[in-house]
């Protein structure tokens, strides 16, 4: 018998693409994919873990492959190498029409992108071998139908060139200005008007211990409404002369300052373990990064445990290896004892209708894009109801993420049960004096998990949001409390005397390694005082190209970056750069 590699299985989760495959004989040492045109001249290693008798899973990131980028475009064998003997993959040929079906078209760039990836069988008939073929194409953005229309859009994209090209200068120059004893850091947001979260949680904790003796700080704080040319330039002088950059969320500026080779950047990413899809989880659904992206320039990641690495390394686009699970900072001050009573005789002082009631916290995510539209459909409560349901020793406090402008819409006749919190100025806070949480999609659940206590998951639009945003987790089997999809279910779960909160406890095993306050004291001593055990190996623009250029094939789309091809935005400010990637932003800003 003939030794082979056979294929039994092809399937995607979300851009992870999976193959089953059998090998006779003795187990191979490796697998990897090598370009048909020069096979062999370049091996790209593939993941692979046994399943047993001979059986493999074999799984690539198609978005990540080629260290932080995709799999070039190109032609490739799937090959499994025993010693000195390689052996190709081969698909059944009487399946073979079953390859159409496992190739799959990803749509990005506002529709002015896309990267494939397909199969097919070699025309080789003494070796009729699966190839596995990759593509990007691009296309422009159409010329303006009239003379005019041409002129305008040439000059904006010259004036765009020019702002980008003055804040590069900017930041050069500033970069003399850079220490060589590493003591600059910047604190830095493009969501956020002032510090928050994990950022603040680790600024204080640095002051705490004394390290602003030791370290400069600088900050910028800006979102699409405050942003100016102004704040552009400042921002830019800042990043220059940083040698550790943390941000929150996402960065769109990175594309063009910040140098990884020589400056420190990481991400205090500002959520948990939500549903959501997000980031290149979400790669060709709309809100879709580009695949070359601010993202991929992170030095790190954080993350609240080793289960969440590879959840936070496929969002990102980074490797594994560059998340590093020391726990969300922001959780130190959440769960230092006496808090709760603190913000408890706050709250209350402040807001009497709820002075020894029951708490239940109304937190749901937006609808809608993002900042621009987003809304919530207050027409599927029945505030009537739910003030009856509420009864006499109960209130509900209705938090609106930050995105939504308008207040809820109580009736004044409610307000005894029913309180508008949106201007109170810590969600943490609420969570901590609330009795349940109400949410849907929200990543609020997170941090109220740890106190244990109910969670009700009013969903009325499960699908819709389901097949829209996208899932990273099957909502159904992940909520960890009830689920409602009617306001009757979720009236009558409010009106329960008790609600179960045993999927809490497994939550909190997989999403938290650290169930303390020493959170920010980890971020500060692994990432910023010193580099984690095992440092990611990133590569540099010109390996990543030069690995392209030796494996694969001529790229049939525009030869410039994706954000090249689309007409460039109006908007005349530098918030453009948060105007170009409105989309892909508002994914990441998705926290309470």
């Known amino acids: 018998m003939v030794d082979e590699l056979t294929i039994e299985r092809i399937s995607w989760e979300r851009v992870i693409l999976t193959f089953i495959v059998r090998v006779s004989g003795d187990a191979p040492d490796s697998?990897?994919?090598t370009s048909n045109s020069r096979p062999y001249?370049?091996?790209?290693?593939v993941r692979s873990e046994p399943l047993g008798e001979g059986r493999f899973q074999l799984t690539i990131n198609v978005t990540q492959f080629n260290r932080r980028a995709q799999v070039p475009n190109g032609t490739y064998y799937l090959v499994a190498r025993r010693g000195e003997e390689n052996l190709p993959a081969a698909y059944p040929l009487e399946r073979a029409e079953e390859l159409g079906d496992a190739s799959r078209a990803f749509v990005y760039n506002k529709n002015f992108s896309a990267y494939t990836v397909t199969f097919g069988i070699s025309d080789d008939e003494a070796a009729p071998f699966l190839l596995m073929r990759t593509y990007s194409f691009g296309r422009s953005g159409g010329k303006p139908s009239s003379t005019v229309a041409r002129l305008k859009s040439k000059a904006r994209k010259k004036w765009t060139k020019t702002k980008r090209k003055a804040l590069r200068t900017v930041f050069a120059i500033s970069a003399f200005k850079r220490p060589s004893d590493g003591s600059n850091i910047?604190?830095?947001s493009e969501a956020r008007p002032n510090m928050q979260g994990n950022l603040k949680a680790?600024?204080?904790?640095?002051?705490?211990?004394?390290?602003d003796s030791q370290f400069k700080f600088g900050y910028s704080f800006r979102t699409g409404r405050t942003s100016s040319r102004q704040s552009a330039f400042a921002l830019a002088w800042e990043m220059g002369k940083a040698n550790t950059i943390l941000i929150d969320d996402y960065f769109a500026i990175l594309k063009d300052l910040g140098n990884r080779d020589e400056q420190k950047i990481i991400q205090l990413w500002h959520a948990g373990s939500g549903f959501k899809s997000v980031g290149y989880s979400r790669f060709g659904q709309y809100g879709s990064p580009n695949l070359k992206n601010a993202h991929r320039l992170y030095s790190y990641a954080i993350c609240g445990s080793q289960h969440l690495r590879d959840v936070y390394s496929e969002a990102f686009g980074i490797e594994r290896e560059a998340v590093i699970a020391t726990g969300l900072p922001r959780i130190d001050g959440f769960l230092r004892?006496?808090?709760?009573?603190?913000?408890?005789?706050d709250f209350e002082t402040d807001f009497p209708a709820a002075k020894d009631k029951r708490k239940i916290l109304f937190a749901p995510t937006f609808r809608g894009r993002g900042s621009g539209d987003a809304h919530y459909d207050y027409e599927k409560i029945d505030f009537r109801e739910l003030y009856n349901s509420c009864g006499e020793d109960t209130v509900v406090l209705f938090r609106q993420h930050h995105f939504v402008p308008d207040p809820a819409p109580i009736p004044e006749e409610f307000s005894d049960r029913l309180i508008d919190v949106?201007?109170?100025?810590?969600?943490?806070?609420?969570?901590?004096?609330s009795d349940v949480l109400i949410t849907d999609y929200s990543s609020v659940i997170y941090e109220y998990s740890l106190l244990e206590r109910p969670m009700i998951f009013f969903a009325y639009d499960l699908d819709t949001y389901s097949a829209t945003r996208g899932m990273h987790k099957d909502y159904r089997e992940a909520a960890p409390g009830q689920i409602a999809t009617t306001f009757d279910e979720l009236a009558e779960l409010i009106r329960a005397p008790e609600l179960s909160n045993k999927e809490t406890k497994e939550f909190v095993k997989e999403n938290f390694d650290y169930v303390d306050t020493h959170n920010s004291d980890r971020v500060i001593d692994s990432l910023i005082l010193s580099e984690p055990a095992s440092e990611p190996q990133v590569p540099t623009e010109g390996e990543e190209q030069e690995i392209t250029e030796r494996v694969g094939e001529e790229d049939p789309g525009a030869p410039g970056q994706e954000d090249q091809l689309n007409e460039p935005t109006d908007n005349d400010s530098e918030s453009g750069y948060k105007t170009e990637e409105e989309d892909e932003e508002n994914q990441w800003q998705t926290s309470q």
């Open 41 to 45: 001249e370049v091996e790209l290693p």
């Open 31 to 33: 697998f990897f994919l």
């Open 337 to 345: 004892e006496g808090r709760a009573e603190e913000v408890l005789a």
């Open 422 to 433: 949106a201007a109170y100025p810590d969600t943490n806070d609420l969570m901590l004096i």
């Open 186 to 188: 910047l604190f830095a």
């Open 202 to 211: 680790v600024h204080d904790r640095m002051l705490e211990r004394g390290l």
